[in-house]
Each structure stands twice: as structure tokens, then as C-alpha cells.
């Protein structure tokens, strides 16, 4: 691999590189994953902020108010959900520990959004307790548990839609189209606002929209953007409410391998919130409504670098490699969920010449476990230590215990500190919910 096709574009900012040594904040890489042990997981505080200022800045082609919302789903901690709250960003949540750990960890409660296509009557009850700033109604259902609900204060709604309209992406991750378990068809909407108008102590103040997730082709996301504004206008009319805050949601894609496109992303916010500007000048009119950007995936994917052991090293008749690490479907189930590609670095030559292709594979009794089918790498010995980038999203939320593995520690890169976030798990964590009685 010649420098310059080192793909820097991948990895954390703070990440530097020579043609032996991988660098994180000045310290060696391969020296991080023996001292701390792997797998490992370690956040860039500077590239999440990186993020951050893209999303800020293209909310400046917003002419009204904007806020960026992150979605929690991509990952949460408390330490993370405090790093976030004193940045100013509102909370995606969806269950009742997300918003749990949303308020512990700093957040205004008007600045949780709770989203979910199946909210139980106990998360409903736990967001009015907590006064959020809004509840995502996505289905009648639901609406209908609000509706029999005695809230001390009126209580803020918004709704999903559903545009029918086909994301760009991988099928697990297509949320708007016809048949999506998310959001409410048109009609629907337009019922469920006319039922929210005739309740006394429900609000309707927002509309909704999320189509799917690493999306690169913004037409999709724009035409539902045009979709929403279109029934606002229809709402308004009828008198059931006054839209005051229009979420387009998330879904920007962010490339995770080389052959990945890679457009900036003030870039892909920018032209989003211009789209978002023009059709409400040429739909609506009035005064803009508050526009929420709800990225998860694109706000923190790149900060997050994966760290693994080698162990079994397998050489293959046709010259390949299956080349197995300490981790694997556990911590990132993405390759075996939906194909997600992924490259790596040898911690100890990020520059080195490629002996041939490698499959990275993890310990656990599946053969979907592998956490990259294939990437060239130079010759790996049993003890390396591994690198993956963009590692930071809808990796450790999805984590679980196959085989009773732990999941890892994780840490923050904070301009040359590195703090720890998370401790790894034990085995004792693994007994802990056990009912069991040793006499
Ligand atoms: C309602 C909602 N908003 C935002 C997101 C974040 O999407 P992404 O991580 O692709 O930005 C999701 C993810 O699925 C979502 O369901």
C-alpha cells in the first residue's frame, strides 16, 4: 500500500501514521491494544466535533432555527451522552434506558425526541413524566394509548411519516417505503392529526420523516422532505396544528471502505437543509419551523477504531488468508446483518506492502462471523494488533454475549488523554441477572 493510498478519509482525525507506526493522539497504536487489551474500542473526541461543526454548518442554508439530534441507537453512554449534551445537540431515544441514560448523562429533557414504532404504555408514561420535547407518534396505536392518557400538561407531539418513497441502501435499512413497519402513510397522518386537534391534552407540533440509513443519493431524501411539507401545508389548513419543527431525520451515508463514495459531509447537510429551504419558500411560505438533523451513523461513525488481537493465522491453497482476531460478530455484527465492508490496518506497518488478501474472521461457532470478507494486508503474525475504521457506529449498540463473550472496553481520545468510557465486561456481568441458588 503506497501512502497515498493510505485511506485517511476513514480514519479518526487524530490518527497519524508512519510506514511502521499507527498513531492515535501521538500514542502507538499497537502499544494502545497490548497495554489495554482487545478488543478494544476508542472514540476521537476531535472527529466527533469534526462532525459536529459539518452538521452545524450546513444547517447554516437553513434560514430558520436548526438543531442537530443525535440518534442514539448508533451508540450511547453516559459519558458520551455528557460529551454530546454540553455540544448543544438533542437525543433520539427509543427505549425507556436510552432515555434514561439520555436525562443522566446531561440532556435537557425538552431535548429528547422519543422515536419507536411500538412504544410501550410505560415509555409513553416515563416521556410525559420526564416532559420531553417531543413524542414521534409512527402509528395509531399508539395514538391511541395517548388519547386514553391523563398528562398533567398538554404533551408535544410529532408524526412520523411514512412517503413511500425506496431508500438507496441496503433493504434491512430502508424505512419509508410501502410496507416499512415505520411511520404513517399520508392519509393516516392526516387522520391521526385531526384526532390529535380534538384531544385536549395532546399537541401536534411536528412532522417526521427518516427513509433509511447510509444514503448517499440525497434525491430520495429530498423528495420526502418535499412529501412532509406538502402535509404540512394540509394540516395547517385544516386548522389541526401549526408545524413548528420539520425533522428530515437522519440516514446520511458515510463511507466505510475505500470504494465507498466519500462526499464531504458539510457538504451532503448543506445541499439537504438548501433542498429543505427552497421547497418550504415554495410550499409554505410562512415563517421556518425549527429543522431537526438527526444523524446517528454520519456524527460518529469515523471517531470509533476497533482494536483486535491476532490469533490463528489459516493459509489457503490459493495463496489467501483467514486470519482470525479476538473479536468479532459479537462486537460488530454489520458484515453478518447486512454485508457491511469494512478495511484494516496492521497497527505495527500501516504502510506495509501487501503480501495478498486476508479474511478477517472472529472466534464464535458461526461461519457469519467475520468482520471483513476481504482486504489486502502485509504479512500478519499471531500477537498483531489490528485496526478497523469507522468502527463507531451501530457496532457496540448492537453488541451482544454469543458464546459468552465480553463486551469490550472503551475509551475516548480527548486531545491526547485518553479516558476511559467504558469498562470491559466480566464474566461476573454475565451471571449477574442469573436466578440461581447454589445449595
Ligand atoms: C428515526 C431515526 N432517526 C435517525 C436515525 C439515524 O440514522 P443514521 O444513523 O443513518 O444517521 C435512525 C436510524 O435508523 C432513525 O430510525
New binding site residues.
Given amino acids: 500500500m503506497l501512502p497515498s493510498q493510505f485511506p485517511r478519509h476513514l480514519w479518526p482525525l487524530s490518527i497519524h501514521f508512519s510506514r511502521q507506526r499507527l498513531f492515535l493522539g501521538g500514542r502507538d497504536v499497537a502499544e494502545l491494544g497490548r497495554e489495554l487489551k482487545t478488543p478494544l474500542y476508542i472514540y476521537d473526541a476531535a472527529t466527533i466535533d469534526h462532525a459536529i461543526a459539518a452538521y452545524r454548518r450546513g444547517l447554516r442554508a437553513w434560514p430558520g432555527r436548526g438543531l442537530i439530534t443525535y440518534?442514539s441507537?448508533?451508540w450511547l453512554s453516559l459519558p458520551l451522552a455528557r460529551f454530546l449534551a454540553r455540544r448543544g445537540l438533542g437525543l433520539?431515544v427509543v427505549s425507556p434506558a436510552e432515555l434514561a441514560i439520555g436525562l443522566r448523562g446531561g440532556f435537557d429533557a425538552d431535548l429528547l425526541h422519543v422515536?419507536g414504532n411500538n412504544k410501550s404504555f410505560a415509555l409513553l408514561q416515563q416521556a410525559i413524566d420526564a416532559g420531553v420535547g417531543a413524542i414521534?407518534v409512527d402509528n395509531l396505536h399508539e395514538l391511541g394509548l395517548l388519547e386514553r392518557m391523563t398528562p398533567v400538561a398538554p404533551v408535544t407531539l410529532w408524526l412520523?411519516v411514512n412517503p413511500d418513497l425506496l431508500a438507496p441502501t441496503h433493504v434491512y435499512?430502508q424505512?419509508g417505503h410501502h410496507g416499512s413497519k415505520?411511520g404513517m402513510p399520508r392519509e393516516e397522518a392526516l387522520l391521526a392529526a385531526r384526532r390529535i386537534a380534538a384531544s385536549p391534552h395532546l399537541r401536534l407540533t411536528g412532522l417526521?420523516v427518516?427513509i433509511?440509513?447510509?444514503?448517499f443519493d440525497l434525491a430520495p431524501i429530498a423528495d420526502s422532505v418535499d412529501r412532509l411539507i406538502e402535509l404540512a401545508v394540509r394540516i395547517e389548513k385544516a386548522g389541526w396544528g401549526k408545524i413548528k419543527a420539520l425533522s428530515p431525520?437522519?440516514?446520511?451515508g458515510f463511507p466505510y471502505h475505500p470504494d465507498d463514495p466519500a462526499i464531504p459531509l458539510h457538504k451532503l447537510t448543506t445541499d439537504l437543509c438548501a433542498h429543505a429551504a427552497d421547497s418550504w419558500r415554495r410550499q409554505h411560505g410562512g415563517p421556518y419551523p425549527t429543522l431537526i438533523l438527526?444523524?446517528?451513523?454520519?456524527?460518529i461513525a469515523r471517531s470509533g477504531v476497533a482494536l483486535y488481537t491476532v490469533g490463528a493465522i489459516r493459509r489457503l491453497s490459493d495463496g489467501g488468508r483467514i486470519i482470525a482476531v479476538d473479536g468479532g460478530m459479537n462486537d460488530n455484527i454489520r458484515p453478518a446483518l447486512y454485508g457491511a465492508r469494512y478495511t484494516a490496518s496492521l497497527a505495527r506497518a500501516p504502510l506495509g506492502d501487501a503480501v495478498g488478501p486476508a479474511r478477517i474472521v472472529g472466534p464464535l461457532c458461526e461461519s457469519g462471523d467475520f468482520l471483513i470478507e476481504v482486504v489486502d494486508l502485509p504479512d500478519v503474525k499471531s500477537g498483531d494488533v489490528l485496526a478497523i475504521p469507522v468502527s463507531g457506529?451501530?457496532q457496540l449498540s448492537m453488541a451482544n454475549n454469543y458464546n459468552g463473550m465480553l463486551r469490550p472496553a472503551v475509551f475516548l481520545h480527548d486531545h491526547g488523554r485518553l479516558i476511559p468510557m467504558q469498562r470491559r465486561e466480566t464474566i461476573d456481568d454475565l451471571m449477574r441477572r442469573d436466578i440461581f441458588d447454589a445449595n
Avoid at 433509511?212 to 444514503?215: L, N, P, T, V
Avoid at 431525520?249 to 446520511?252: F, I, K, M, V, Y
Avoid at 438527526?294 to 456524527?299: A, F, T, V
Wanted: proline residues 4%; positive net charge.
Fill in positions: 440518534a441507537k448508533a433520539d422515536h414521534v412520523r435499512r424505512t415505520f417526521h427518516h433509511g440509513s447510509q444514503i431525520g437522519g440516514g446520511l438527526e444523524p446517528g451513523r454520519s456524527l457506529a451501530y
